[in-house]
């Protein structure tokens, strides 16, 4: 049962493409990243080159052209067996690129966006900071502009994609007046700017996340995004968009949890019979695969609202917290029907236990996402 029939022919090909890729080139090296803790930069590059990094970024800049749905086309699919690997390209696109190509100069695009769209290069968004996370009002990072330069001094929590090998900017939120918040592009050679020892997680390990200091980093004015002052309101659009990628992206932990827990049902046999013949397996399956098809039709909604212009804020939150639920709930069941061998980390199904969580966290926790639905409503 799928709503596949809704996608043309390039959207089919290119869902069938990422499904290949996912099968034959990300899955056999997932379990060793994750469990090693490292960054796989050999996907990361096969994925550039695939264009994955590109597709909503327009050709001028070496991106494919396509429309923010097909991002998310492809990361349900990576997402079906690699939510790190789905991660660093929904950050990489909704956090790296997307604030570039919509609020960035001529120059700007032109600078940073070719190497980005092709991955030989990774952006990072530093919003975060260990006292404002939702809260935007609590931000501590400041710059202040002498002689045509920024200096800015603060820290950062949580950043993804801040500090590999390839990173080669971090666009910061910082206080650059009263009650004004600006964002600035910093390069990652920039003295003072330091990617500080990697998080030890709980799940994503083979994703790049840091703390970053800035200790009197200086970059040319000329490196403010957008116009001074709309910083923080440029984000909130920036996250909009970036929670429908998320919900992509739960969706194909939903979904990938789903084939699993089918696989293993047909397989596994207990009292002399697949395990999959007993109710009490085939109907939480059944209910697994409810959940993980109302989070691809809430996606799939707010993508077409959000590529046709209409309003989609609420769309997006609504997809964003059914789709990240189905993801710990379809996560949860799937551990518990592998039994002994679901508690054990090389399993796809324990991988997607430990990584499941933190969608219901990353880029607008669930009641920031009730928060919003509610105020849609008048509440």
Request: with cysteine; net charge negative.
């Amino acid at each position: 049962m799928s709503i596949h029939h809704l996608l043309d022919e390039e959207q089919l090909a290119l869902v069938e493409g990422v499904r290949e890729f996912a099968q034959q080139v990300v899955a056999p090296v997932s379990a060793q990243h994750d469990r090693d803790k490292t960054f796989p930069y050999e996907v990361i590059s096969q994925m550039g080159e695939m264009g994955l990094f590109g597709l909503p970024i327009p050709e001028e800049y070496g991106g494919q052209g396509g429309d923010y749905f097909t991002l998310c086309l492809a990361l349900e699919e990576l997402a079906k067996v690699d939510q790190s690997v789905a991660i660093t390209l929904e950050a990489g696109v909704s956090l790296g690129m997307m604030p570039l190509l919509k609020f960035g100069s001529e120059d700007q695009k032109q600078q940073w966006l070719p190497d980005l769209a092709e991955a030989k290069t990774l952006a990072g968004f530093g919003l975060t900071e260990p006292g404002a996370g939702s809260d935007a009002g609590g931000t501590q990072t400041r710059a202040t502009l002498n002689n045509g330069s920024w200096t800015i001094n603060g820290n950062k929590e949580f950043i993804t994609n801040s500090g590999t090998d390839i990173t080669s900017m971090v666009t910061v939120t910082a206080v650059t007046g009263d009650d004004e918040i600006s964002t600035i592009i910093v390069p990652s050679e920039t003295p003072g700017f330091t990617a500080e020892p990697a998080y030890d997680k709980v799940g994503w390990n083979a994703s790049d996340t840091h703390p970053l200091t800035l200790n009197d980093v200086v970059v040319p004015e000329q490196n403010l995004l957008g116009e001074r002052g709309r910083g923080y309101a440029n984000f909130l659009g920036i996250l909009d968009e970036g929670r429908v990628a998320i919900a992509a992206l739960a969706t194909g932990a939903a979904q990938g949890c789903v084939d699993e827990a089918v696989s293993y049902a047909k397989t596994r046999k207990t009292f002399g019979r697949a395990i999959g013949e007993n109710q009490g397996i085939s109907f939480k399956i059944a209910r697994m695969q409810a959940r993980a098809y109302t989070a691809r039709t809430a996606y799939y909604t707010a993508a077409r609202k959000l590529i046709a212009g209409q309003p989609f804020k609420t769309d997006a939150a609504i997809a964003k917290m059914v789709a990240s639920e189905a993801a710990m709930d379809n996560a949860r069941d799937a551990t518990q029907i592998f039994g002994g061998y679901g508690f054990m980390n090389e399993t796809l199904v324990a991988r997607h236990y430990r990584d499941s969580k933190i969608l219901e966290i990353g880029e607008g926790t669930t009641e920031v996402q009730l928060m919003l639905i509610a105020r849609s409503l008048g509440l």
